[in-house]
Structure formats: C-alpha cells, structure tokens
C-alpha cells in the first residue's frame, strides 16, 4: 500500500513558476507508475502527466506540454511535477495518484490535493 502527500502549491502571478510534490510512504513506491492529475472548481478531474516506475518514459496533456515536467526520485520515495509559464487555465486543486497495475488510475492510490491559482 502506498500513501501520498502533495505539497508545493499556492499563488503565483501568469507566466510564473511552481514545483509540487508528492511524498510516498510504503515500501513499494518505486514499483508505481505514477500520476499528476487536476480538478477546477466545478470540472471533473483530468489528466496532467504520469511517469512510469524507472522514469524513463513520461507523456502530458497536451494542455501542458512543453510546459510542465514529471520526474521521480525512488530513493526519496518523492514525485515531483515543474510547472513552468504557468496560466490561469492552470488554476486547480493537484493530485498525485500511484498505480502498478498499468496506469489503470481508476485503482490508483490517490493524495489529498493541493490547490495552484495563478493570477492574470
């Protein structure tokens, strides 16, 4: 079993910066593929990124591509996700979600969220 933590969210201005994070506990973490997904007020949660096990293979929404980047570190048991050239489309609560049974998310272990706004 795996637990997750994001962090890392906040206010930040368009055209603006943020790394989250998502804390893994559970001896397992580096068996997962994971994921950053993200939820606007009143939208249902969507897709952002996901990573698999090792880290060496990723793929994004197009809505983020080029703008965003997945990683992982095995040894911190910690997924991370740089938001670059942020926009206020990009306003949402974020979510980390883990899976090993291939990225099948609907059996995902999930995080609690942490919230990004970005101003205009």
């Known amino acids: 079993q795996v637990q997750l933590v994001e962090s890392g969210g906040g206010l930040v201005q368009a055209g603006g910066s943020l790394r989250l994070s998502c804390a893994a506990s559970?001896?397992?973490?580096?068996?997962?593929?994971m994921g950053w997904f993200r939820q606007a007020p009143g939208k249902e949660r969507v897709f952002v990124a996901r990573?698999?096990?090792?880290?060496?293979?990723?793929y994004y929404a197009d809505s983020v591509k080029g703008r965003f980047t997945i990683s992982r570190d095995n040894a911190k048991k910690t997924l991370y996700l740089q938001m670059n050239s942020l926009k206020p489309e990009d306003t949402a609560v974020y979510y980390c979600a883990g899976t090993n049974i291939a990225y099948d998310w609907s059996r995902a272990y999930w995080g609690q969220g942490t919230q990004v706004t970005v101003s205009s």
């Open positions: 990573i698999n096990w090792t880290g060496s293979s990723t």
């Open positions: 559970g001896r397992t973490f580096g068996n997962y593929a």
